[in-house]
């Protein structure tokens, strides 16, 4: 008995020694984790109404200007085609009766044809158009993303969010709504950015 009694300490002494170590390895990790970590009541928040950035930043406008004089052209230039397209159905159907069985079925494959080409081509302007629209957007997003992030960096801001009617910021004080500071902002660069593009 007495030999195990030693024993048995040893044994205990070891386990003891044993688990205090993983603690004190978690109790390292849980204070590297919130030295890197901010607490919540040292987070700057604020936000931006997306909506309001997007239809006041004159980037947008000028862009979306360019798009909609694109998509009247190409409005009138389907419409043109579509009304030659009518007029020489209109021949056909005038004409036709003066032609024989064969000349008539070659006629309508071939309107038929031509009314086929002018869909496609309606689809591929609708197409280019809805690519343009797309980029547009991206282009937006990319600036009022880099534009924020810089924006947050000179004002020591941890958080900027988006604002839009039943998107997940339900209220924000005035005092963070960065919506004009921002659009401001955004204007400046683009006007700054302009004689070089031009």
Do not use: H
Request: charged letters at 30%.
């Amino acid at each position: 008995m007495k030999k195990v009694l030693p024993l048995f300490s040893l044994v205990s002494a070891f386990a003891v020694m044993l688990s205090c170590q993983p603690k004190t390895e978690q109790a390292a990790e849980t204070t590297t984790q919130s030295e890197s970590s901010v607490e919540f009541s040292d987070l700057k928040v604020a936000f931006v109404l997306t909506d309001s950035v997007i239809n006041k930043y004159e980037y947008f406008k000028t862009k979306s200007a360019e798009l909609q004089e694109k998509g009247k052209k190409f409005e009138s230039d389907l419409q043109g085609r579509a009304r030659g397209f009518e007029q020489e159905v209109a021949n056909f159907q005038q004409t036709g009766g003066n032609m024989t069985p064969n000349q008539q079925r070659a006629k309508q494959e071939e309107l038929v044809k031509k009314e086929q080409n002018l869909m496609t081509y309606r689809d591929n302007l609708m197409q280019e158009l809805a690519g343009d629209e797309s980029t547009l957007y991206s282009e937006v997003y990319d600036k009022v993303q880099a534009y924020l992030k810089k924006y947050a960096e000179e004002n020591d801001l941890d958080l900027i969010l988006s604002y839009t009617r039943g998107g997940a910021v339900w209220y924000g004080k005035d005092a963070l709504d960065l919506t004009d500071k921002v659009v401001e902002g955004l204007n400046q660069e683009f006007a700054s950015e302009k004689p070089a593009a031009q």
